[in-house]
């Protein structure tokens, strides 16, 4: 079975704090992926990342950066975090880049809270 | 990728099969249907998927339609941790960088009901 894991369920910050969220995943897969997830407003990509190093932006990339070093491994951070990012953040991998045939494993999510 | 449309809601009652149906009446021949469920404040997890035979796995069945414009995912003994939103998703090529992100519609609400 496919494991993804992120750092946190629950998070809790100030306005203008950094933050990481990390994301871990156990299966090999190439492509991983930061979305988060608000009512009414569905899934929106924040970035994608389809082999170590690599990233490409998702429809709402602003405010947010990414790290890739490892392949396991995927990190998002907010390098000065804002009341409208608190959100729902799920992280997901796949094995196959896009396509049809691709299938995203997600993380249980992290709640983040800006106060 | 085509759209799909999912009733809003439905019931259950608990051991019965839950049967969620969803049109995707412009999916193209090289589309897949997809089908994801998100339990209350918890991450998607993926259920299953088909491009044009019925597929069953541990979790569920697919039944797709012969003209493949609509399909039906079947639980087969729901219980009460079935309840969720369950997202149908018909995904292709797409131009770019857009044939690799998910996006979900507002699903269909499943309530199991003991």
């Known amino acids: 079975d496919v494991k993804v894991t992120q750092s946190s369920r629950y998070l809790v910050k100030r306005t203008g704090e950094k933050v990481f969220l990390e994301c871990v995943q156990d299966?090999?897969?190439?492509?991983m992926f930061w979305y988060r997830q608000d009512p009414g407003l569905g899934l929106r990509l924040i970035y994608f990342?389809?082999?170590?190093?690599?990233?490409e932006k998702g429809d709402i990339p602003e405010g947010y950066s990414v790290s890739r070093e490892k392949k396991e491994r995927f990190s998002l951070i907010l390098e000065s975090a804002s009341t409208n990012q608190t959100s729902m953040y799920l992280c997901?991998?796949?094995?196959?880049?896009?396509?049809?045939?691709?299938?995203?494993?997600f993380g249980p999510g992290t709640r983040l809270t800006v106060l | 990728d085509a759209k799909t449309t999912q009733p809003p809601s439905m019931d259950c009652a608990e051991g019965r099969a839950a049967n969620l149906p969803c049109n995707h009446s412009?999916?193209?021949?090289?589309?897949?249907v997809y089908w994801y469920r998100q339990i209350h404040s918890q991450g998607p997890q993926y259920i299953i998927h088909g491009l044009k035979n019925n597929e069953t796995n541990e979790m569920a069945s697919l039944i797709i339609t012969e003209d493949r414009k609509s399909s039906t995912l079947i639980l087969p003994h729901a219980t009460l941790r079935d309840t969720a939103v369950y997202y149908c998703i018909v995904r292709g090529q797409g131009s770019g960088g857009s044939n690799y992100k998910l996006t979900f519609g507002k699903g269909t609400l499943l309530t199991v009901n003991p």
């Open positions: 299966m090999d897969h190439e492509n």
């Open positions: 990342s389809y082999d170590v190093k690599m990233k």
């Open positions: 997901a991998s796949s094995l196959f880049t896009g396509g049809p045939r691709d299938t995203q494993y």
């Open positions: 412009t999916i193209s021949g090289n589309e897949y």
